[in-house]
């Protein structure tokens, strides 16, 4: 392995993420504050890595980040595996995040979608669905960003790689980032 070639590509993604990205970043956490400080709630969901991802977002929100705070309205919609399950069974994998947006989502809340690809067929169904519920969907992508890109509101892209490990790599570092700035909204209008 070449060990300098992999830090420079580990570092050209954070790079991309605390500099091209920040602004956008920024708004979104701002935009999640806001809707959860209104009595939303944030769904996210992915597949693999990208569903790791997607509870791990949640755990964060639910219980806490780095401050000791009130619980946040979060749900990954990853983890019911009878719901999973039965969707799957009984219409189409396709259908597994999209379903749970249409009985889950309400006008204002959020939905984070990720896919390093952006082409997963059943996070793109889910955006599809936030779409029409007026549910607003931020992706979570990379490189050209796939389909999913034209389907979400907001997309937070890696647009430096095709790797798909060094694109979670820049999502988890996104997650982190919002999870932090979500948590000092709130912080601050709760002083």
């Known amino acids: 392995m070449d060990w300098d070639r992999f830090a420079e590509s580990h570092l050209d993604v954070a790079n991309e993420v605390f500099t091209r ?7 979104v956490a701002e935009r999640m504050a806001d809707r959860l400080r209104a009595g939303a709630k944030i ?7 990208s569903a790791a991802d997607a509870q791990h977002f949640a755990a ?15 749900l990954a ?15 189409r994998y396709d259908e597994v995040f999209s379903k749970q947006v249409e009985a889950l989502g309400r ?8 896919s390093t690809s952006g082409n997963a067929p059943n ?27 034209a389907l979400a509101d907001e997309t937070l892209r890696v647009a430096s790689t095709t ?10 570092m996104m997650i982190h980032a919002i999870c932090q700035l979500v948590e000092e909204h709130l912080a601050s209008s709760n002083a």
């Open 107 to 114: 006008p204002g809340d959020i939905l984070l979608a990720i």
């Open 43 to 49: 769904l996210a969901c992915g597949n693999g890595g």
């Open 163 to 172: 790797v798909t490990a060094r694109i979670q790599e820049g999502h988890e």
């Open 77 to 91: 919609l990853t983890t019911d595996s009878s719901v999973l399950t039965s969707i799957a069974n009984d219409y």
């Open 21 to 27: 990205l920040r602004p956008a970043v920024e708004a």
């Open 123 to 149: 996070v793109c169904l889910a955006a599809e669905a936030a779409k029409k519920a007026g549910v607003w969907t931020v992706a979570l992508t990379g490189g050209a960003g796939g389909r999913l890109a």
């Open 60 to 74: 964060e929100l639910v219980n806490r980040f780095l401050l000791e705070r009130r619980p946040y309205a979060a």
